[in-house]
């Protein structure tokens, strides 16, 4: 009899490769539908989204996820009247690209897999030329057994068909966020739309240039929307920029075979002439994307860079000058009181004498992580240097202000930090407060109240608040506690 865990484990494979059968199903069907007689499919995802699947969620790539693409393949082209020979022929040209792919898009950093550095679409455009390539040897075999064809016309249509799926279906997969993410872009995006429809813009144009493309026609159709598409990806993330890319491959292809663009002097009838366009379609898509990644990867860079610029690098808290920006703007609305707590660590000098200044920064770490619990959106706890802290709470009371201070003073003094080498430092904190009730306050004047108590805490004995009341005045009556 088996016993739970080996039937929780092979549920778990059963439930992957359901997943993979279930999706490779559907697009293979969809490939089957768009399938001349006799020829292959004018659009195929199926092996896109296979190969999708295996890189973006890697714990889909076990023999069993494997086992539902392939079962997935051979049951989609056997259930739509493929002869056996002609269904194990075409699924090991599947695999051999899919497989191929996969291997050296494994390889790549999940920085390159998810198209957020400069050379990530030059490494994706390597991986899948290559695995296109590989099913196109593939194809010059079976283009002769299968279809009477001639060994380059399928190496060239198996090459192009597979690149072109590639391009236009694995950027969307690869870039795809995670659902929270998802969610937290579609609020994002609810509330541009409330300030405005500026930032559809570059969309809307991508739209305008499409159609135009098949009003217009003529050789350069093809590459109206490129400024709109570049547009595009210097707007939005690498996510929007792909889906909209692959939208715009998609339409025009199938516009393309479906309605025909006028192209003269080309002969549309030809297929080394259409095979020739789809490809020069498919490479279009590398502008956009390239950019879209070169500005994912400069964004990143900036907001480390702004975020170094902001934040005391050991304890990882605002500095001096973001606390002051901050609290510049918190303390402009005179409707709601403010709290300002000024923090010193007590005997901090007498620690690095004794123990080390490596043990003096585990000090601050820690008092930085215990004053960090807790606090709420709005709230700016800062290190202004040294074993001073600063800590803003806007719509805090007098009574409020002091429970929170009183909570770090206990808490800070009850929490010894624990060295390296096993020993522990007590220390305690000395706290000076100042609250302002309903008045349009200078951040300065507060910071030189607050000052104030906390030197009359320390010199009351240290490990204490004291606790100010700004007036509109500025006269303050204090409080010790």
Known sequence: MESAPTRKAW????KIAGLVFLLVLTACLLGIATRPLGHLATIWPANALLLGLMVRYPQLARPSGWFGGIAAYIIADSATGGPPIQTLMLTLGNLVGVISAYLLLSR???????????LSVPYLALAVTLASLASGVVGAIINPLLFDGSAVAGLTLWFVTELVNYIAILPVLLTMPDWPERLKDRRQALLISRQGLVHALPAVSLVISCALSLMVGGPGAVAFAVPALLWCALSYSVFTTAWLTFAFI???????AIVGIPLAPFDMNSLPMLLSLRLGITLLAFAPLTVASVMAARNKLLQHMQYMASHDQLSGLLNRWAFYEQARQQSSDANRPIALLMF??????????TYGHAAGDLVLKAFARLASNGLRDGDALARLGGEEFALLLPGCSHNQALVIAERIRTDYANSPTTLEDGQHVQSTVSIGAVVALQHQVDIDGLLLIADR???QAKESGRNRVVISQYTPN????TETA
Request: aromatic share 8%.
């Open 11 to 14: 549920s778990a494979e059963l």
């Open 250 to 256: 998609s339409i025009l292809l199938v516009m393309i």
């Open 474 to 477: 500025e006269q303050a009556w």
């Open 344 to 353: 010193d660590i007590d005997h901090f000098k007498r620690i690095n004498d």
């Open 453 to 455: 108590a906390l030197y």
């Open 108 to 118: 790549l950093s999940a920085e390159h897999r998810s198209l957020r550095s400069p």
